[in-house]
């Protein structure tokens, strides 16, 4: 079957760095996507890993880990916007043959002074 | 360039009745999925489409059903409400619908079912 965890509440302090994890279980694996949602906005793209190892953009990286199903969402010097919840998503291959988006419940991050 | 468009943004409707919503993509996309948000179930796929023909559908009954029209604007329709498909309806498109195309979501429909 398809399964994604991820936690669902974090609070972190500004200026401190937070990881926010996502494990998967998919039978057609073909990426993984973060995206941020603020509340009452739609998610936006913030990353997208399809091999192993750290994509860094900017204050965001994202590490992909396939052989044991992982990836994590590192946001450094938090400020207060990044307060949203993040979306772990996986593109599975369907039964055919094509890609859906598989989400998680997402993580609501609080982000105080 | 504009983002993707979807009307209405809020629509109340009765148990029983059915409704459309309607989806517009980023210029030039060709792909456009269709996502259900609850606060219980997070985000569900519902469906693809891609040059008008649908790829792949989520596991949700046959009352839901879309289409995508040779501009690749695409519509939802859900008949026979019940409450439980109170939602934020989103759309995504994407350039293609390969695995590395971005999906860029629109600001949803709103639907409350009473």
């Known amino acids: 079957g398809q399964n994604i965890d991820q936690p669902t509440e974090m609070t972190a302090t500004e200026g401190a760095i937070v990881q926010i994890n996502c494990t998967y279980q998919?039978?057609?694996?073909?990426?993984l996507f973060w995206y941020q949602q603020h509340a009452g906005e739609a998610p936006t793209f913030l990353s997208y890993?399809?091999?192993?190892g750290l994509e860094e953009k900017g204050r965001f990286s994202s590490f992909l880990s396939r052989s044991k199903g992982y990836s994590y969402l590192l946001l450094k010097e938090l400020q207060m916007k990044d307060s949203a919840s993040y979306l772990c998503?996986?593109?599975?291959?369907?039964?055919?043959?094509?890609?859906?988006?598989?989400f998680g419940a997402g993580t609501r991050l609080a982000v105080h002074p | 360039k504009a983002g993707v468009t979807q009307t209405p943004r809020y629509l109340i409707k009765t148990r029983g009745q059915q409704v459309t919503l309607s989806c517009s993509p980023i210029?030039?996309?060709?792909?456009v999925s269709w996502y259900q948000q609850t606060p219980g179930q997070g985000l569900q796929f519902l469906f693809e489409?891609?040059?008008?023909?649908?790829?792949n559908k989520g596991n949700f009954p046959g009352r839901f059903s879309g289409r995508q029209f040779s501009n690749s604007r695409s519509e939802m329709n859900v008949s026979t409400l019940e409450l439980g498909d109170s939602a934020l309806y989103l759309c995504?498109?994407?350039?293609?619908?390969?695995?590395?195309?971005?999906?860029?979501f629109g600001p949803g429909t709103r639907l409350t079912v009473t």
């Open positions: 998919t039978s057609g694996f073909n990426g």
């Open positions: 489409y891609f040059s008008e023909t649908q790829r």
């Open positions: 890993n399809v091999l192993d």
């Open positions: 995504a498109s994407s350039l293609g619908a390969g695995p590395t195309y971005e999906q860029y």
């Open positions: 998503a996986v593109r599975d291959r369907g039964s055919g043959g094509y890609n859906k988006l598989i």
């Open positions: 210029s030039g996309h060709r792909s």
